[in-house]
Each structure stands twice: as C-alpha cells, then as structure tokens.
C-alpha cells in the first residue's frame, strides 16, 4: 500500500490551508512530482543536508519540512552552495520536499498551540497579527423546505463559522422567478409556463480555502436542476492570530519561568530580558522569531512574551514595554509542533501503509 504525493500534500492543505501562510511565504510541494508513490516520509524541521542524508538512509520519498528549502527564486543551482547541494541530492534521489510553514504557525493544534501546551497554559486564546484571512458570502436561492438541509451541507463543509459559533446564517423570504425552456426537468413549475415560486435567500461566510467544498455541498444539498447563487468577495479581510496567550500553572517570577521554560523546552540557556524582578502570570508564545510581537504581547495583556529568537532591540524594547521577554531557542520552540505535525501525518497515513519517521532530537 501506499500514498501519492498529491493524497499527502491534501491532508496537509487540509490541516493547514496553505491560504494561511503569510505572504511570499513558499508553503506546498516545492520539490518533486505531484503523482509520485510514497511509502516513507521523514518529518523535520529543516530541509539541510544532513536531513536529506537522513531522508536517503531511510529511503524515504517524500521529506515533509516546517522551513521552507527555497525561500527565493534560485538563479543558480550550485552543488557546492548549502541549498543547491539540498536540491541536487533530493532531486538525485527522487525524494520530493513539501514545507509546511507560517500555515502549521497557526493552525489548531500547529507551533504555537503546540508550545502553550508544552509550557502548561490554561485558558489559552489566539493573539497578534497574522496572515490575512480572505472570506466570501455566499447566498443561495432555497425552496423553504430544503433551508435547513442546505445549511447544514455548507455547514458541514466548513462554512458559517464566527468565533466560537457554527453554522450561522442568515435567510430572507422572497419570491423567485423563471421560466422552464425544451428539455428542462425543474422541481417546480412546467416546461413553458411561467413560475413564481416562494424561496429563501441563504447567506454564509466562507473562508477562501473552505469555498470549493461549500459550494460542492451547497450543490448536492439543494433540490434544483440550476442553482442560482452568488458569491461574493469581502472587502474587509479578518486576520489568522499567529500567537497563543495564556495562564502559567502558578504565578512566577520571572527568573523562576526562566528555569521553568528551559526544563519545559530542554534547553538550558533560555535566557531572560526585562525586569527579574516581574510576576508573571499570563505568558504568550510564538515558536521561531517572535521578537516583533512584544506590542501585541502588551495589547494581549500578557506579563511575558516566550519566542525562539530576538533581535538586538527587542532587548530594550522588553523593558521599555515592561513585557519580560524569553528568548527559548529557535528549534526548541518550533520542534515540539514539528513533531505534532509528524504525529498527524502518521495517523493519516499509517492505515495506508505508509511509515512515518521523525527527525528530531539532533538539532
Ligand atoms: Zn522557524
């Protein structure tokens, strides 16, 4: 048994709509052939050389990585150039490379979910500034009998979603009219007589990645031969939170969550930036470089700010913002919701037959 490349890269897209991803950001299949059969895959962070050595060992034929390997337009490819000599040796091999990247940042159960679970916090909500997030409206034209059965279609296919509440809509009365020509089976009327027919106007958020599905189940869940709907693009976009704040088990200072995080992270050099002195009880966390999130920290409330790597003025700027920030390690805070990722892709894949390995304990 086996997989495609294309079956994997679904699920993916699936977990983590690649509409998500920020800008420029270049998430998907970026090495390899869509078609290609897959009955080992190996799961890392990094793309790097000794990752594709690891990837050939295991005669794996697909790699699945949270960074991206080619983040510009190459000119060249080089096999004495780190990135080239990646893209020879995976291309030598047949091996295809699929990144998953910002989209797995903030998708449930991604990076950031995945590193307030590790660190313990409660009562967790999204926070900071993320991806844009595109959506439509829907309205569709219903017989009033088949209201319920077309919203829960769309429903169902992922539409009508705001905060915490499903499957909401709106419907309106109206009358619709139309006249059934030569050839046409219609579920109400007669061929060349004018109908009036009482219907519902329907209407729905979708997400962008969510319309294809809405619209297929939106199609089956209706009774008409033509459906008549429309959708339209909505000029004010929502965002994806990229962060994750929360409540710590117990109030701590913040040299006590600096020892803290760095057992929860294995990482002993987790170092500390602001007032020692601080109590900390709500803590945000963004895996990777987070520093820029210290004024949303500060807007979310959050007494810390825990990311993977800081810039030089991010430093001051904790102390300007009174937000005491933790610096945890690059890897150490991104690797946790790597392996979540292999975890998922091993329970998708597993039943088919395909082997799922790990690459994580030497960064
Ligand atoms: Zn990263």
Not at 114 to 119: C, D, H, I, R, W
Not at 209 to 222: G, I
Request: hydrophobic letters at 40%.
């Amino acid at each position: 048994m086996a997989a495609t490349v294309r079956e994997v890269l679904g699920y993916l897209n699936e977990i983590a709509p690649p509409q998500w991803a920020f800008p420029n950001d270049p998430v998907g299949l970026q090495i390899g052939d869509s078609n290609q059969s897959v009955e080992r895959v190996l799961v890392a962070l990094d793309p790097d050389p000794r990752t594709v050595t690891n990837a050939r060992y295991r005669q794996c034929q697909l790699l699945v990585t949270h960074h991206p390997l080619i983040f510009r337009p190459l000119s060249t490819v080089r096999f004495d150039d780190p990135v080239g000599m990646a893209v020879q040796s995976l291309c030598e091999a047949k091996i295809a490379l699929i990144a998953v990247h910002t989209n797995w940042d903030v998708a449930p159960g991604g990076i950031n979910d995945t590193l307030a679970e590790l660190v313990g916090l409660s009562e967790v909500r999204p926070f900071g500034e993320g991806p844009a997030r595109q959506e439509y409206k829907i309205a569709v034209f219903t017989p009033i009998e088949h209201v319920d059965a077309v919203i829960d279609g769309m429903a169902n296919a992922g539409a009508g979603v705001i905060g915490l509440y499903r499957r909401c809509a709106f419907y309106t009365a109206g009358t619709g009219t139309y006249e059934p020509m030569e050839g046409a089976n219609p579920y109400l009327g007669q061929v060349g007589k004018r109908e009036h027919a009482e219907e519902m106007r329907i209407e729905m958020l979708v997400p962008a990645e969510r319309l294809t599905p809405v619209v297929h189940a939106m199609l089956r869940a209706h009774p008409y031969e033509e459906v008549a709907y429309d959708v339209y693009a909505l000029h004010i976009q929502g965002q994806h939170a990229l962060g994750r704040v929360g409540t710590l088990p117990k109030p701590m200072l913040a040299s006590e969550l600096r020892d803290y995080l760095a057992e929860k992270l294995g990482n002993p050099y987790v170092r500390v930036y602001g007032k020692p002195s601080k109590l900390i009880r709500t803590l945000a966390v963004v895996g990777g470089s987070g520093g820029d999130y210290l004024p949303d920290a500060q807007i979310a409330h959050a007494d810390a700010l825990l990311t993977g790597e800081v810039r030089h003025h991010h430093t001051w700027e904790a102390w300007a913002r009174d937000v005491v920030l933790l610096e945890g390690g690059h890897a150490e805070t991104e690797m946790p919701g790597t392996q979540r990722l292999a975890d998922r892709l091993r329970e998708y894949l597993t039943p088919r037959g395909v082997e799922v390995f790990f690459a994580g304990g030497e960064t």
